[in-house]
């Protein structure tokens, strides 16, 4: 954060833990301070050494921290549609998160799809119940293409009302404690999709495809982006010659 170039009309959101990680966000001014958890007990020690109901109450005591800063507060949920260590995931254990959150007073709160098991009919049925029961949050889906079903998945939150969604530059991502799980969504290919979709994102693919290639140049490993393979589509090219016979 204190390297980067940070022009201005972007938001810059930073996840943090606890209270050392917000401490070290807070130094660096982003927009967006994410309160990082996992909805189930198994992920949440796992991955931030707690019980659900710690982090929970940790937080109580950042929100203020973060708002003093000028930094507004958001509820992270990973695990939200399935545990590597649980299975699936209740709507009332959803419940149980969203319940604090707000009464924290953050009405931001991410969904994450953190090991890549969701379906889109999963998805549309979670979203469309908490956005029925919660109309006032603001919803994000941070969904993984570990079964590549990322993009059909975003197309059943955007049917139940959801418009906002992480991605990552050729699928980067991924949980240390998510078995086998590949990375998040290609943002390439998610803004490909929406603009052959007729829906504007404000986003210009070909310089997305130009980044695209920098960061292959950088990571060790081959990119989960099928744009930036077979190209954006619609570009015509001459049709072959007559066909010669060969004998």
Known sequence: MAKINRPPGFSYRVLAPNLRGVQRAITFKPQKINLMMSVTESHNRANANRSVEES?????????????AGIEPSGGMACSLGCPFEGKVTIPQLQRVIDR????????????????????????????????????????????????????????????????????IGGLGGCPYAPKATGNVSTEDLVNMLNEM????????????????MVREAIPHPLDSAVSKAGKPWILRPPPGQQVKIA
Request: proline share 4%.
């Open 101 to 168: 959150y707000l009464g924290m007073g953050i009405p931001s709160i991410g969904l994450s799809d953190t090991i890549g098991t969701a379906n889109p009919k999963q998805v549309y049925d979670v979203c469309a119940a908490l956005k029925d029961r919660y109309p006032d949050v603001h919803w994000t889906l941070h969904p993984h293409n570990t079964r590549d079903l990322a993009l059909a998945n975003i197309l059943a939150a955007m049917e139940a009302g959801v418009t906002d969604f992480d991605s990552a």
């Open 198 to 213: 007729g829906i504007e994102t404000g986003i210009d693919l070909d310089a997305l495809l130009r980044v695209t290639e």
């Open 56 to 68: 929970l109450k940790d937080f109580e005591g950042l929100v203020s921290l973060i708002r003093d």
